[in-house]
């Protein structure tokens, strides 16, 4: 009984792994049919997805293992994440390469509305004050309405 008492927590911790490489790989892998992770997706074809990854789970075969396996049954569209090699490669460089790009445009676009707003401020002309003679009619006109 005491040997019992022991393999019960050995039992329900070697399922508490599987079920935890199980929800690893479902996290990393799409439904073909839904086009989304296969852990969401609730379609007979994701089910079916879901069996061969637990019966593979079950076999022992490692992460990358499951992986190829998707691979070569549905297809590279299976992977969640691109490869980091070829035409994959540029669903990481291009986001970066954007992000650059915009960063640059707008300090130029910054740059050139403040050189533009300098130079605008240099060639603004003094305002000069009224003149001796407009001074002395202002006064004349004003004097008359004097009541």
Known sequence: MALAALALPTAAGAASALRTELNEIESEVMCPVCGTLLEL??????TREKAFVEKL????QSKEEIKEALVVQYGD?????????GFDLSAYVVPVVAFILAALLLALAVWRWRRATSSREERRPEVEGPSEEDRKRLDADLARYDL
């Open 57 to 60: 789970v079950k076999q022992g």
């Open 77 to 85: 569209a299976v992977l969640a994440e691109p490869k980091g090699s």
């Open 41 to 46: 997706a609730e379609s007979p074809q994701a």
